[in-house]
């Protein structure tokens, strides 16, 4: 019996270091069960900036805006939050968010990479509060700022990356 292909869609921030061309931006993503929150890189790869909110009606229009999106603003990759228990095991939302990445691959033609967003949105909204931004307003902005959140993280790691 042969091993499971890996799913060449899916890749490490350190494969996708190698990948990366000059000015090529990334998109970050938060997905959650209502939502999914986008954020973008800048062409160095160095911040990352909320772009917007996406309601989640069904899986083809809200996937088709989200592919829509990142051809418009030159996206090579996704990184993507996976959403693990404090324990890191994964729970039915992480295995919801593998089984996203899955069926959106193939359409986005763009490598995927997991990264652990685990209190991304809990760190988002205290600095929120601290600001003192209300809760309508924080309901508005917390699932794109968490992407842009989880998308930071990704992309400091890959400026630590050797080479």
Do not use: C
Not at 55 to 64: E, G, I, L, Q, S
């Amino acid at each position: 019996m042969t091993e499971p292909q890996k799913n060449a869609a899916v890749v490490t921030l350190d494969e996708l270091a190698g990948q990366l061309k000059r000015n090529e931006r990334l998109m970050g993503i938060d997905l959650g069960t209502k939502t999914i929150g986008l954020a973008l890189s800048d062409v160095e790869r160095r911040l990352a900036t909320p772009l917007t909110t996406i309601k989640r009606v069904k899986y083809t229009p809200d996937v088709a805006q989200m592919l829509a999106l990142a051809d418009n603003h030159g996206v090579a990759a996704f990184v993507i939050g996976l959403p693990l228990n404090m324990d890191g095991t994964e729970g039915p939302r992480a295995q919801s968010t593998r089984a996203f990445v899955r069926q959106t691959a193939p359409l986005a033609k763009k490598p995927f990479v997991f990264w652990d967003e685990r209190l991304s949105t809990a760190a988002v909204t205290r600095e929120l509060i601290a600001q003192d931004v209300s809760r309508k307003t924080r309901a508005e902005v917390v699932d794109r700022m968490a992407a842009a959140y989880i998308l930071q993280g990704a992309l400091d790691r890959l400026h630590r990356l050797p080479g």
